[in-house]
């Protein structure tokens, strides 16, 4: 099997741990060593001086075929026939892998567009991520995003939405929802965070929300939720939500919830923190509150242990697709989390969520190697992950899929031939 050795850079793991001049061996998709010691004789050698090796990133909270969702009339942003929002969406899966993340887990997307964009990759027809495939948003009738429509007439089913009532609905929406492809459940619990409505209101019912958490669960497949104010996400977690999305109201005895229950957090406040200076009003002010709260208790859910993500509304007005690693600096500058810990959520913990812990997420030797070539250190400066030009190399599977390092002849210093 072919090798390659990525040499003289710093390995940043899933931990955001560095350790200095270590040689990376890669060997057919997996990473084969990582410490001291030369290149293997036959290796095609690539000289990482001056860069950081790290795992490949997720983005947790993925929308495929999102475009300038705020601006384009209703039903917002998903207008167009499903070959366009699919050739969106395959648009947006380079943008991803030329970003550094080499995973996107989805949180929702009409037309079974995630599905077709995955199968498409695998067939080699085109160039993206690992997908972890998403569901319509599943919510029952008269949900916020349901309301969009209603001034529509003749504007038919939005095809963003699955609409259920009753246990026996939500059974049947989810099982649907697996038969198109999802591999996580996208579930619509309240309103809040980006979305206006009464503050506090349940989309759902309990019955409802256990029906369709069961049913996804009895099939192994993970359930997430739009979720924004105490009593949902406290039901929610009781129930056995696997992922809070956005979890506005999240306070200490959520926290501990969270970390008894094993269950993941994407906070995602780069969102409102770019949509605020253009909006206005109450629903603004409660976001903007919103917002600022959850970014004072981050380094609390971190400190005790919850499954920090990072992804986001990439899509809508003021949140471009390919603005990906610009989100880790701004939990830095605005949340004051270490950029170690942030670098842990886009790798480690988006692996655990993907059910990949132990494969990816990391540079051990054994795991697939999606692996980035990073210009600079990035636990110094993390914003260097906010421009895809310091992104040098991207590898997944083991496959270089972008490749801007320059051709140079390799240094081998002493040390590594006396490691050897
Ligand atoms: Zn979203």
Not at 24 to 30: A, H, K, L
Not at 329 to 341: I, N
């Amino acid at each position: 099997m072919p090798l390659i050795a990525i040499v003289n850079a710093t390995v940043i793991d899933g931990a955001g741990k560095r350790t200095q001049g270590a040689t990376v061996v890669v060997e057919g998709e997996r990473i084969l060593r990582v410490g001291p010691g030369a290149p293997p004789a036959d290796a095609r050698v690539i000289d990482g001086t001056g860069c950081s090796v790290m795992p490949g990133m997720f983005s947790s909270h993925y929308h495929a075929s999102y475009r300038m969702v705020g601006q384009a009339g209703l039903p917002i942003g998903m207008e167009g026939s499903p070959g366009l929002l699919t050739l969106r969406g395959a648009h947006n899966m380079g943008l991803a892998l030329d970003g550094g993340f080499t995973s996107v887990i989805s949180a929702g997307v009409p037309h079974a567009v995630d599905a077709s964009l995955k199968q498409a990759i695998e067939e080699g027809i085109m160039r993206g991520p690992r997908i972890m495939v998403g569901s319509r948003d599943v919510s029952t009738t008269g949900h916020s995003q349901d309301t969009y429509m209603r001034w529509h007439w003749q504007a038919g089913e939005h095809p963003g939405a699955l609409v259920c009532d009753g246990p026996e609905a939500f059974r049947k929406g989810v099982r649907t929802e697996i038969k198109r492809g999802a591999e996580i459940i996208k579930i619509f619990a309240s309103v809040g965070h980006s979305v206006r409505g009464k503050y506090g209101l349940m989309e759902l019912s309990r019955e409802e929300l256990k029906a369709a958490i069961d049913a996804a669960h009895e099939r192994g497949v993970k359930v997430r939720t739009h979720i924004a104010n105490k009593p949902a996400i406290r039901m929610a977690l009781e129930l056995g939500m696997d992922v809070i999305d956005h979890g506005d109201g999240l306070d200490d005895e959520l926290i501990a919830m969270m970390v008894e229950r094993g269950a993941f957090l994407v906070p995602s406040c780069f969102h409102p923190y770019r949509a605020l200076p253009i909006r206005s009003g109450p629903h603004a002010e409660i976001m903007k509150q919103d917002m600022e709260a959850m970014l004072a208790i981050l380094p609390k859910a971190q400190a005790a242990g919850v499954k920090i993500l990072v992804g986001d509304d990439f899509g809508t007005l003021t949140l471009e697709h390919g603005e990906y690693g610009k989100e880790l600096g701004f939990y830095v500058e605005h949340a004051g989390v270490s950029p170690s810990d942030v670098i842990s959520w886009a790798t480690r913990n988006g692996a655990d969520l993907m059910g990949m812990a132990g494969e990816l997420g990391d540079v051990r030797p054994g795991m697939l190697a999606d692996l980035l070539i990073v210009k600079g250190d990035p636990v110094a400066d993390i914003t260097l992950l906010g421009d895809p030009g310091n992104i040098l190399l991207v590898m997944k599977n083991g496959q270089v899929e972008k490749n801007l390092m320059a051709e140079r002849p390799v240094r081998v210093t002493p040390q590594q031939l006396v490691d050897a």
